[in-house]
């Protein structure tokens, strides 16, 4: 959204964040292939997630499994969401100096407590820099509940049709 406007650019691709370039993951899950950057879709996602945990020998008995984890994956989680927060951090210091955003709202199918510790550490990372930062976005947690993209992708032809939406740039 831009000036209240949806904006989606000549593409349509308009802040898809996915393809941003951040630094390679830490974790010992990852592919590590001798990149200098890696991107934040290979970083920061459930599948990321379910790949960590898989890594370490859980595998996961259905979507609500994560809902309420044993006590033996909270510690993957946690390490994992230390990782993600880390990248989308970087993608969130690197947006924010292109385009002056009042918000950014993560938003993803995680289960409420995972999502908001990934918030937390997110808002703690960018608390951390904000004195190198010009203006330093709010970050708000998305409760669009389970596929929220699959949702937003879905209102935009309303959007559109309702005059709310803009496939090209603002006027």
């Known amino acids: 959204m831009l000036d ?5 650019g000549p593409q349509g691709l308009a802040a898809t964040l996915g393809p941003f370039p951040v630094a390679p993951s830490r974790l010992a899950s990852a592919k590590h292939d001798n990149r200098d950057f890696d991107y934040l879709y ?4 459930l599948f990321v997630l379910r790949d960590h945990l898989r890594h ?3 595998i996961l008995d259905g ?5 309420a984890p044993e006590a ?3 510690a993957l989680i946690d390490e994992w969401c230390a990782d993600a927060a880390l990248a989308l951090a970087q993608a969130i210091q690197g947006a924010a100096a292109i385009i002056d955003v009042e918000a950014i709202i993560i938003a993803s199918a995680l289960p409420d407590s995972v ?3 990934l918030t937390d550490r997110v808002e703690s990372l960018l608390a951390r820099d904000a ?3 010009i203006v330093a976005p709010r970050i708000l947690v998305g409760r669009a509940g389970l596929h929220p993209s699959v949702r937003g992708a ?3 032809p309303f959007s559109e049709l309702l005059g709310i939406g803009n496939s090209h740039h603002p006027s």
């Open 42 to 45: 290979r970083r920061a996602s």
């Open 154 to 156: 879905a209102m935009v």
């Open 131 to 133: 004195r190198r930062m």
């Open 115 to 117: 999502l908001q510790n």
């Open 63 to 67: 979507e609500d499994a994560l809902e």
């Open 72 to 74: 033996a994956w909270a």
């Open 4 to 8: 209240g406007r949806l904006v989606r």
């Open 56 to 58: 370490h020998g859980v």
